[in-house]
């Protein structure tokens, strides 16, 4: 599970070893950074904000971890928004009012870790196979109503967290 006093800590390693990472939570924001902020960015933590729709393509090629938790007025990424972010590994869109999984995130492979919990989404990618380094997912809370069959050849998927998706069927052939 990602670290929620993680950004206090980046702050501080960040200082120590001269990597660009970026804070800006709590901060009351209603946008995300101009796209060009992103380009150096390793580490991004945007949660606690006001933020409420995720447009545009930033580039940012070396991002590995971005924090979006607690953006409850959330309820938009566009569809390209991930397609310039080959490096990411962590991704936290919990408690964001997000309706859909933007299909961009299925062309994350180097995804490690994906938390979609208190969120307003009702299905996960048909595509989800495509995640192959897919190792934590967290859909608690969510409106899920069935998961692909290909969550199920995710071999490296060791923790996939379900509470209180009471709209969930299960109709996977055994």
């Known amino acids: 599970m990602a670290n929620k006093k993680a950004p206090e800590e980046w702050r501080e390693r960040g200082e120590k070893k001269n990597r660009n990472i970026i804070v800006q939570a709590g901060i009351g924001l209603s946008e995300a950074p101009e796209t060009d902020k992103w380009a150096s960015a390793e580490r991004m933590s945007l949660m606690k904000n ?5 447009v545009g393509k930033p580039f940012s090629p070396n991002l590995q971890t971005l924090m979006l938790q607690q953006n409850w007025c959330m309820n938009a990424i566009s569809e390209s928004f991930f397609q310039f972010m080959p490096a990411i590994q962590v991704l936290d869109l919990s408690r964001t009012d997000i309706r859909e999984v933007p299909m961009g995130i299925t ?20 595509y989800s196979s495509e995640l192959t380094q897919l190792q934590y997912l967290n859909l608690s809370h969510t409106r899920i109503t069935e998961l692909p069959e290909e969550v199920g050849v995710l071999a ?6 379900l509470h209180h998706t009471d709209s969930l069927r299960w109709t996977w052939n055994c």
Do not use: Q
């Open 156 to 161: 490296k998927l060791k923790h996939l967290t």
């Open 50 to 54: 006001k933020i409420n729709a995720l």
């Open 107 to 126: 062309k994350l492979v180097m995804l490690r870790h994906l938390d979609l919990s208190h969120t307003n989404i009702t299905k996960f990618p048909l």
